[in-house]
């Protein structure tokens, strides 16, 4: 699976647009972009996926560049409870299970 | 809707001793993976199965081991525990990939294991 590249941290005042980009030079053209994210002690929650269309959904939009080396998850209105650690991770879709892996992602603190 | 389900929750174990942790899946999802996160870290892959049988692998201390009985739960079996053990114990569940696009795996709360 491509590696990604995520900042280390990001901070954003409550109510406005959380914008987390992700690089991912290397990806493959079978494999998909997921994001997570983990609210403390807790286990990871899917957010969105994507292949190379933008996609939209109750919790949130993912943008993905026309050369797809690149993506920004994007948190609308954000929220106290959106602090968290966001990982973006790249992953074929394959016909067999096919592990996910976590790289170093982004901690988000939301501030009032 | 039923998500995925670890016990216990919590653990306390002594140097050298054994843990057994427990996975049961989402009704339905075949495929199972272990998780192990250590303080600070991020989540490390253990090993998975699919259709009870292992499907991948990866920094898993022999000194564990895990299966997935027919009614798809997984048990991860830990023997000759050391301090370097205590973390988070995290299993997901999905559903087998059929070349479509699926919305993720689901993760259960985890089982916190120390060793003293």
């Known amino acids: 699976d491509a590696k990604t590249t995520q900042p280390t941290s990001m901070d954003c005042a409550e109510g406005r647009a959380a914008n987390l980009p992700c690089n991912h030079s290397t990806i493959s053209g079978n494999e998909y972009v997921y994001w997570y994210r983990q609210i403390h002690s807790q286990g990871p929650q899917y957010i969105i996926h994507?292949?190379?269309n933008n996609e939209t959904n109750e919790m949130a939009s993912l943008i993905i560049t026309e050369d797809r080396k690149s993506s920004t998850l994007i948190l609308p209105h954000a929220t106290l409870r959106d602090t968290a650690v966001y990982y973006c991770?790249?992953?074929?879709?394959?016909?067999?299970?096919?592990?996910?892996?976590f790289g170093t992602g982004t901690r988000l603190q939301v501030t009032l | 809707a039923a998500g995925v389900i670890q016990s216990p929750r919590h653990l306390i174990k002594e140097k050298r001793e054994t843990a057994t942790l427990k996975c049961y899946p989402i009704p339905r999802h075949d495929t199972v993976y272990w998780y192990q996160q250590g303080p600070g870290q991020d989540p490390q892959f253990l090993i998975s199965?699919?259709?009870?049988?292992?499907?991948d692998k990866g920094s898993i201390p022999d000194r564990f081991s895990a299966q997935q009985f027919s009614d798809y739960h997984s048990e991860l079996n830990m023997s000759s525990l050391e301090l370097g053990d205590s973390a988070l114990y995290f299993c997901a569940s999905s559903p087998r990939d059929r070349g479509l696009p699926w919305s993720g795996y689901t993760f259960g709360s985890g089982t916190r294991l120390t060793v003293v």
């Open positions: 991770i790249v992953r074929v879709v394959a016909g067999t299970a096919s592990k996910l892996t």
């Open positions: 199965f699919y259709e009870k049988m292992q499907s």
């Open positions: 994507g292949l190379k």
